[in-house]
């Protein structure tokens, strides 16, 4: 098993910054990937970021050059710094764990442990 708790969530006004981590602890070598997901009011749970255990680094394109993915694998953490933060940027924020051998991104991208969620709001 493998435990993800996120952080850093809040209100920013637009155009702010906010640093999300994600804590992974228990079976961690069984990991390959960390992603962060969102989920707005209303809309789909789409996979924005993701990072392997080689530090490759992989976004949604509509999200490149103001969201960066990073990851201190001596504190098990995985971040993801958002820049020139958008209203619509507001959901909650979910960091998920992928097993070894299996897809990290794109639209068939499986994780399998999942963090409680962070609530990002971006204010107009």
């Known amino acids: 098993q493998v435990q993800l708790v996120e952080s850093g969530g809040g209100l920013v006004q637009a155009g702010g910054s906010l640093r999300l981590s994600c804590a992974a602890s228990?079976?961690?070598?069984?990991?390959?990937?960390i992603g962060w997901y969102r989920q707005a009011p209303g809309k789909q749970r789409e996979l924005v970021a993701a990072?392997?255990?080689?530090?490759?680094?992989n976004y949604v394109d509509s999200l490149k050059g103001r969201f960066t993915i990073s990851r201190d694998n001596a504190k098990n953490t995985v971040y993801l710094q958002m820049n020139s933060l958008k209203p619509e940027d507001t959901a909650v924020y979910y960091c998920?764990?992928?097993?070894?051998?299996?897809?990290?991104?794109?639209?068939?991208?499986?994780?399998?442990?999942w963090g409680q969620g962070t609530q990002v709001t971006v204010s107009s």
């Open positions: 228990g079976s961690i070598f069984s990991i390959n990937a």
């Open positions: 998920a764990a992928n097993k070894a051998g299996s897809i990290w991104f794109g639209p068939l991208g499986k994780y399998d442990y």
């Open positions: 990072i392997n255990s080689a530090g490759i680094p």
